[in-house]
């Protein structure tokens, strides 16, 4: 309790300190039109493409607005609504960090539990995206949550947990599409598991299994998107993406599909923009743009610099820790090694690739072992002022990048000003200091921002459009010949124009 309290403590203190990130009003916007039983992806003047039904959680404190004062309209655009639906997004997260504690504490006992937790609570990362309108900390609990419900009906022989692994599963579904992953995953397991117990195998109970593993999925997916349009067959949607169209060509088109029409659709939509790229930014590492492709590393190195560095001491030695307890090295290849690397490859072979948000996942399922081993090591130590001193080396990340915690990179970028040449995006500025930036400039009148054309004098630019990864050519003449000499709260960048090149562009 002591654990989420702080967690509490300090994300309430961040929440209204960063501007509303680009997509929060997206997911809101979502989230209101499901409250209004509209689940349609194709609406006017809304990109809907990608969002999940999850977010109309974080709508409903706009919808006891609404119903307390019936006539109430705002004038905003939404920006109140979107704050006060950050508070939601950070009980999901506190709700993550139990969902951890319970894990690693079934795992390897109470102190493995609380280090875990502590771990988790008191990242950065999660602390950035904890309190946003988005679905990266419904999707990072979806992921957690079906996990441990498998390891508990699986590893534990609880039983009752199968019914919690199938709603939790199909729950994470409605939450990014990325959680499809968990099908195949989950799969492997029980099929572990089912080799090791197969004299034990009950076949009439195993297809009860299914069928009710099903019939959940079926059913909680389609409340999710309010039973929309259920039963169309492939054949009669309008697909974007050139995948889906060669299905429709095929015997499958044929077959009425028991799902929802905007989730099925959500596959295509996302399936198109890695197809056309339409609506992407470049993808950017390293100092190197790149459209249309991914890097085959890029969520390596995203992990190396973003996550503490205690954090990734713990990892590795979590190896160390299968060593030690060779009994449960099952436990530790299928509910810790298979899901981290299935994530990176999956991600890394991405032509999109976004930021650190999207190893969320990786960060919780690998503070769970990592906890175990802390305790395991202050066991074997035998020092009672060890967990308090590791404890601290948790902590101090977290109180040292407060309160722009998405900016977060850990101590192998000791100059925050040239964080940009490894990565941008999501990963650093997400539009959380746009006001603030504007404040800035007016505070000194002499500074020029984002000017159209080269420009002399002192200029202060987005790091993003820096780099390019929307208009490469924007800012080519600013990248080619000067540096940084500061920045604005780890999203600007400062530079001394004294002349401009001959070689730039008038335009």
Not at 30 to 54: A, C, E, H, W
Not at 83 to 90: L, M, S
Not at 239 to 257: C, E, H, T
Not at 369 to 397: C, F, M
């Amino acid at each position: 309790m002591v654990i989420a309290i702080g967690y509490l403590l300090l994300s309430l203190g961040a929440v209204q300190k960063d501007d509303l990130t680009y997509d929060e009003l997206d997911h809101l916007n979502y989230g209101v039109s499901i409250l209004k039983f509209n689940p349609s992806r194709l609406q006017k003047g809304r990109d809907f493409s990608s969002t999940m039904p999850i977010t109309s959680f974080n709508a409903l404190p706009r919808a006891a607005e609404q119903l307390g004062n019936p006539i109430l309209q705002k004038k905003d655009f939404g920006e109140s609504d979107a704050r006060n639906g950050r508070y939601v997004t950070i009980l999901a997260t506190v709700l993550l960090l139990f969902y951890v504690y319970f894990f690693a504490r079934s795992w390897g006992g109470n102190m493995a539990g609380y280090f875990a937790m502590l771990i988790v609570a008191m990242d950065p990362n999660i602390l950035a995206h904890g309190h946003l309108v988005t679905t990266d900390i419904y999707s990072t609990l979806g992921f957690v949550a079906s996990f441990y419900h498998l390891f508990q009906w699986l590893a534990k022989k609880r039983s009752l947990h199968f019914f919690y692994w199938s709603i939790a599963i199909a729950v994470a579904q409605c939450c990014k599409i990325n959680n499809i992953l968990l099908y195949p995953l989950s799969f492997v397991i029980i099929a572990f598991y089912t080799v090791m117990n197969f004299r034990q195998l009950n076949l009439v109970q195993s297809l009860i299994r299914i069928l009710v593993f099903a019939l959940f999925q079926v059913l909680v997916i389609n409340i999710f998107f309010q039973f929309n349009n259920v039963g169309l067959s492939l054949g009669e949607f309008a697909f974007k993406s050139q995948f889906f169209q060669d299905i429709q060509k095929s015997w499958i088109a044929n077959i009425p599909m028991p799902l929802a029409k905007p989730y099925i659709e959500t596959f295509d939509y996302v399936q198109y923009e890695r197809e056309t790229f339409d609506g992407t930014a470049s993808n950017y590492l390293l100092g190197e743009l790149r459209n249309k492709a991914g890097f085959s590393y890029y969520y390596y190195v995203v992990f190396l610099l973003k996550t503490p560095i205690f954090t990734l001491l713990t990892s590795l030695g979590v190896l160390a820790l299968i060593i030690a307890k060779r009994k449960t090295f099952l436990n530790f290849l299928l509910f810790w090694l298979l899901p981290i690397v299935t994530l990176f490859l999956f991600l890394n072979n991405s032509t999109v690739q976004s930021g650190y948000r999207y190893l969320l996942p990786v960060l919780c399922m690998t503070a769970i072992p990592a906890g175990q081993t802390i305790s395991w090591l202050a066991e074997k130590l035998k020092r009672k002022w060890l967990p308090y001193v590791l404890a601290v080396l948790v902590v101090v990340p977290a109180l040292v990048a407060y309160p722009n915690y998405l900016i977060y990179t850990n101590e192998f970028v000791f100059n925050k000003t040239n964080a940009y040449r490894y990565f941008a995006d999501s990963n650093l500025s997400w539009g959380q200091r746009h006001k603030q930036v504007i404040e800035f400039v007016k505070e000194h009148p002499d500074y020029i921002f984002e000017p159209g054309k080269p420009t002399k004098g002192i200029i202060v630019v987005e790091l993003n459009n820096f780099v390019g990864i929307v208009n490469p050519n924007q800012y080519e003449w600013l990248r080619k010949d000067f540096k940084p000499f500061d920045n604005y709260d780890g999203c600007y960048l400062l530079f001394n124009v004294e002349s401009i090149p001959v070689t730039a562009p008038s335009k």
